[in-house]
């Protein structure tokens, strides 16, 4: 065996590939092998730095934010931000706040991370703070009363806010937002419905109120004792009377619409009381009828009700999408007359029609079936605007066939409010804050149970520990065996 690894007197390697010897070789392998690894990292360094710089750069040139919460309690509501694309102007907000309250502790940090929602959607929104313990008289002069109070100012006209959230805040602007002072006024004195009233049949709560809160004054007028309706009107809305009006009475509205007068008719079913002589006036036809919708009894709602959920085109169901409801609605119709301009607001009913008897429907609950020979097939116009040029000026004109949508007991549901708030705002000129009235935001709130709490608790205190020490166990005792 001594001969295999000898030959020719010398020994040979037992190895077929011996280790080549130290040398300049074999150093620059070595340098290289270590160079290579840093050059990687050094590239990888400046790479992460080139990325990390350019999304620095770009975050400064564009702002991107996503409010990924359950309520969206990041973000304002879209008719929050339809008002404030309507303001022009900038908005001076000063604050009468302490550094710190006794109940709410710093006030100043909550009020600012609030307005910076608004000013996210209005950057010109200047917010000033002001101590009223260290500026006294500052606090007198704008008769500030209470700690955290806030004075709005927008086109030379300013409101004092006491409390801060979403509505209160965008209503305000709304109410600055007005070019001039509006007045609503309603007929009254034959039992219409009050736009001030808190009976279920009035329109008081919330319409009337929502329309203060807008900025709109409300008043009655009683023909009987008024001369004229008064030129600072800049809408009069008719309900439907229980009493006859006088025939002095329905001259005065006559005139008031041959003088261009912008007019909001809610039209229930049933005798006019007089009110003939200005449907006349205005080209209308209103058929006898009640409008049956099968949709709404799909919605587990009485057949009499009428649901309106599409909208043709016009200013004031601009951007709507809100489902309404009208009880017992009674269908328009119209002579073609050149003077006017007819718009449709709202149609009810595409497979429904317009029953002649739906009284016995309420009375007996028996369920609604069409009538060949004395119902109408639907679809049908409960709701249209008419416009036309007198007097150098646009006048407009909203009938609607059916009171109840906007009553005490009824407007709220769905998009009621939000609808007849727009067609007064259309009415009085101000089509530009026609948008959808600001929402409460949601509950976010979990309410549980004694039992609820208990398993959940119980759950995090013992459950969790457990899994997690068994699961551990469990790796371990597989290492183990492996």
């Excluded at 934010?65 to 879209?78: C, F, G, K, V, Y």
């Excluded at 007005?178 to 329109?203: C, F, P, S, W």
């Excluded at 709701?383 to 407007?411: H, K, M, P």
């Excluded at 549901?413 to 804050?433: F, P, T, Y």
């Amino acid at each position: 065996m001594l001969r295999k690894f000898f030959t020719n007197g010398r020994a040979r390697s037992p190895l077929p590939n011996p280790l080549p010897q130290a040398g300049e070789g074999a150093n620059e392998s070595l340098r290289e092998f270590h160079i290579k690894p840093v050059l990687r990292n050094l590239l990888f360094v400046l790479l992460l730095l080139g990325i990390a710089s350019g999304l620095g750069y770009l975050a400064t040139r564009y702002h991107v934010q996503r409010d990924i919460t359950h309520n969206a309690s990041n973000s304002l509501e879209p008719a929050s931000v339809e008002v404030l694309t309507q303001l022009g102007g900038p908005v001076n907000i000063t604050v009468y706040a302490t550094e710190q309250d006794t109940r709410l502790g710093d006030i100043r940090k909550i009020i600012r991370n609030f307005m910076s929602l608004y000013q996210r959607y209005k950057p010109d929104i200047q917010l000033v703070f002001i101590d009223p313990e260290k500026e006294p008289e500052k606090a007198r002069a704008a008769r500030v009363q209470l700690n955290g109070e806030m004075v709005v100012e927008y086109a030379g006209r300013s409101e004092h806010l006491t409390q801060l959230n979403e509505p209160i805040l965008t209503s305000t602007l709304l109410r600055l937002a007005h070019t001039r002072d509006q007045t609503v006024m309603y007929l009254d004195g034959h039992g219409e419905r009050k736009l001030d009233g808190i009976a279920n049949h009035d329109l008081g709560e919330p319409f009337g109120a929502k329309l203060k809160q807008n900025g709109f004054r409300i008043g009655g007028l009683n023909l009987a004792l008024a001369q004229e309706v008064p030129g600072n009107a800049s809408v009069l809305v008719i309900t439907q009377p229980q009493l006859d009006l006088m025939p002095g009475e329905v001259d005065k509205l006559l005139r008031y619409v041959e003088r261009g007068g912008n007019l909001l008719w809610l039209v229930d079913a049933g005798p006019l009381h007089g009110l003939e002589r200005l449907a006349e006036k205005l080209d209308l036809l209103l058929p006898p009828g009640t409008v049956i919708d099968p949709a709404a009894s799909g919605m587990n709602a009485p057949a009499t009700w009428a649901l309106g959920a599409v909208y043709p085109p016009h200013a004031i169901t601009r951007n709507f999408n809100l489902i309404t409801a009208f009880p017992s609605a009674r269908p328009l119709t119209w002579n073609e007359n050149p003077d006017w301009q007819h718009s449709v607001l709202v149609e009810v009913a595409a497979r429904g029609w317009v029953s002649r008897n739906a009284s016995s429907f309420n009375t007996t609950g028996a369920k609604p079936r069409f009538d060949k020979q004395h119902d109408t097939p639907g679809p049908a116009i409960i709701a249209a605007a008419l416009q036309r040029n007198i007097n150098d000026r646009e006048q407009r004109i909203v009938v609607v066939g059916n009171g109840a949508f906007l009553a005490n007991s009824f407007a709220g549901n769905g998009g009621n409010v939000d609808l007849g708030v727009n067609m007064v705002n259309w009415l009085a000129g101000e089509e530009h804050l026609i948008t959808l009235q600001p929402r409460a935001a949601k509950d976010s709130n979990l309410t549980l149970n004694k039992t609820q709490l208990t398993a959940i608790g119980i759950s995090f205190l013992f459950g969790l520990p457990m899994l997690l020490a068994g699961v551990g166990v469990y790796i371990w005792w597989k290492r183990r065996r492996a």
